[in-house]
């Protein structure tokens, strides 16, 4: 397919079968793109939504002792994702990859440690964001936005998930729009810039510009089918998330 131009502070979903690749595209070098995936129990039957893979985190050994409270009264709540729905985890992915930034070849993980993209090229430095939680219009106006009308990744990517669910991509109400996973920020670059102990600074993090170039690009394989879901952060209030200037980026689908 051609690349498909994603405008500045938008957001797109896109849905990908198993073994398609997906090549997310720095038009200017200095916007960031929050990433996310998700897969939905009856789009696979080979991982994660099939027979022989739990939905709960909870053993069947266990769950007498959940008798008569909450958990088993509340186990079919839509919130925040209906049963068997995964998604794409950083913090999983950071433990299992032993690292923050995943790297060529580095596969990228569900929620329940499914396979869900490897990370197949990256013509940038390798300088990615696993640790900053996605914008949204809450922590917008704790930056200092006077309401909470601020344009903002959660929302894109909730916009997009509706438009998805509306076109019969998955089941509408599937995942609430309280919910936001943490995202993987392509392109985002922040640093360490101090020691982990406490007089060094309990690692604190910098958020600045991107070191990706104009035309760098990623691209990753699916593994397994799901929705990916993109946005073109619109944060302008932390200047350095893209280096002041909210810009557009591409995606493109590549034949297998
Ligand atoms: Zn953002």
Same mark, same amino acid.
């Given at each position: 397919m051609p690349s498909v131009t994603?405008?500045?502070? &938008?957001?797109d979903y896109v849905a990908l079968k198993s073994g398609q690749r997906l090549k997310l595209i720095n038009p200017h070098g200095t916007q960031v793109i929050d990433f996310w995936a998700f897969v939905f129990p009856s789009a696979n039957s080979t991982t994660g939504g099939d027979s022989t893979t739990p939905t709960s985190f909870i053993r069947s050994s266990s769950s007498t002792e959940a008798t008569g409270n909450t958990t088993s009264q509340h186990s079919s709540t839509p919130f925040p994702f209906t049963s068997g729905v995964q998604y794409f985890a950083a913090s999983r992915t950071r433990s299992i990859l032993s690292k923050l930034i995943p790297g060529t070849k580095d596969v990228l993980y569900t929620n329940k440690s499914v396979p869900l993209f490897t990370l *197949?090229?990256? &013509? &940038?430095?390798?300088?990615?964001? &696993? *640790?900053?939680?996605c914008c949204d219009r809450f922590r917008m106006h704790n930056l200092g936005h006077p309401d909470f009308e601020h344009a903002s990744c959660a929302e894109n990517m909730h916009l997009a998930l509706r438009r998805a669910a509306a076109q019969g991509v998955f089941k509408p109400g599937s995942i609430s729009d309280?919910?936001?996973?943490d995202p993987l920020n392509v392109f985002m670059n922040v640093p360490i810039t101090t020691g982990l102990d406490r007089d060094s600074g309990g690692g604190k993090i910098e958020c600045i510009p991107p070191k990706s170039k104009a035309g760098e690009y990623i691209v990753l394989r699916a593994e397994i089918d799901c929705v990916a879901v993109m946005s073109a952060c619109p944060n302008d209030l932390i200047v350095g998330v893209n280096a002041g200037k909210c810009l557009s980026v591409e995606y493109e689908v590549l034949d297998t």
């Open positions: 994603i405008p500045a502070r &938008t957001g *197949l090229e990256d &013509t &940038t430095s390798g300088v990615h964001d &696993t *640790l900053f939680g309280e919910w936001t996973p």
